[in-house]
């Protein structure tokens, strides 16, 4: 037991978990199933939105957004660490499509109608750890409201 805790924290630093490089819409993907599930509530509402987003941003088919979102849940469910997702977007993406993704994010918390502090602070943490500003944080989220406000 003691040599299981001393190994747990001698490996504390190193990720636990790699994605392939084209692993990419899982990482993103995750994070957006993620962000759904922090009000304990991953309605039908917030699912339209990430199939809808993904759809766009990374020109899927229906069915592969579906099988993507179906990886992305399980990922989550066996993965509590952000990490290797965000590890993986910081690798693989620009600064401007790293924005995409928080704008992703912000949809997301929308898709209720409304903005629960857990997503909140999912997206602050998500912005810190692939190196978003806040300034292009708080616009990502007025382009999205902006969306919703024109669409009524």
């Known amino acids: ?6 190994n747990l924290f001698a490996n504390a630093n190193e990720p636990t978990y790699a994605l392939a490089p084209s692993d990419l819409h899982l990482a993103v993907a995750a994070l957006l199933v993620e ?37 992305a849940s399980e990922e989550m469910r066996d993965n509590v ?20 993704v928080i704008e992703m994010l912000w949809q997301v918390a929308y898709a209720d109608g409304r903005l629960d502090p857990f997503e909140d602070r999912l997206i602050r943490q998500v912005a810190g750890l692939i190196y978003v500003e806040d300034r292009a944080r708080m ?7 902006g969306r919703d406000e024109g669409a009524d």
């Open 139 to 145: 616009e990502a989220r007025r382009r999205v409201l």
């Open 35 to 71: 962000a759904a599930r922090m009000d304990d509530n991953f309605g039908a509402d917030e699912r339209a939105v990430i199939a809808r987003v993904l759809a766009e941003r990374f020109d899927l088919s229906a069915g592969e957004v579906e099988d993507l979102i179906a990886r």
């Open 1 to 6: 037991m003691f040599d299981r805790l001393m």
């Open 81 to 100: 660490q952000y990490f290797p997702f965000t590890h993986h977007i910081n690798t693989m993406m620009s600064g401007d499509e790293k924005i995409g």
